[in-house]
């Protein structure tokens, strides 16, 4: 299982099986607990079924360029 994370208001999480190529998407989780447990959830069932669990997550920078915030870089 690979569980990609984009933090941030407009962000997001990806998880992607590598046992059965099955993936899901879901916007950013409100809180940082609605964060935590869809990360458990996912991450345990990964677990139940033998599959090694990875997370990456986006290093982004605080600002781009000349006083841009990193949000507005895209």
């Known amino acids: 299982m690979i569980i990609g994370i984009d933090p941030g208001v407009s962000g997001g999480i990806c998880c992607f099986s590598k046992l059965s ?13 609605d964060i935590f447990r869809y990360i458990k959830a996912i991450s345990d069932k990964a677990i139940s079924q ?8 986006e290093d982004i920078p605080h ?12």
Do not use: H, Q, W
């Not at 190529?21 to 607990?33: I, Q």
């Open 21 to 33: 190529r099955n993936y899901a998407l879901t916007a950013m989780p409100k809180t940082e607990g």
């Open 50 to 57: 033998s599959e090694i669990v990875d997370v990456v997550i």
């Open 63 to 74: 600002f781009c360029g000349v006083a841009v915030p990193s949000s507005s870089a895209a």
